[in-house]
């Protein structure tokens, strides 16, 4: 979970999240769990961002650098808003802080 937890760091501070929101961030994920999702919005996301990444075939990038273009991505399960946005409303504005 090493690799995560710095790319997840990485991806945070690429997407414009200030480093202390970042660093709080790292610490409440230092335990993690990953399961199954039974929302279909979910899955249907996660299909969907599968089948953006074959774009990106053309011109390898990194996995960090996939995550940034993708967060880009307007989703269903967030009301049609894109990741980065988010992302930005939740931890640039103190909420985890």
């Given amino acids: 979970m090493t690799r995560f937890l710095e790319t997840t760091v990485d991806v945070l ?17 230092e ?6 999702t039974v929302s279909r919005q979910v899955l249907g996301s996660m299909n969907d ?3 953006l990444m074959d774009a ?24 049609m808003k894109h990741p980065t946005d988010v992302v930005l409303e939740t931890l640039a504005c103190g909420a985890l802080l």
Avoid: W, Y
């Fill in 13 to 29: 501070l690429r997407l414009g999240v200030p480093a202390a929101a970042v660093e709080a961030e790292r610490r409440e994920m």
């Fill in 49 to 51: 961002f599968a089948n």
């Fill in 56 to 79: 990106f075939r053309e011109n390898p990038l990194s996995l960090s650098d996939v995550a940034v273009k993708l967060a880009a991505t307007p989703c269903s399960p967030i009301g």
């Fill in 31 to 36: 335990e993690v769990r990953i399961a199954r």
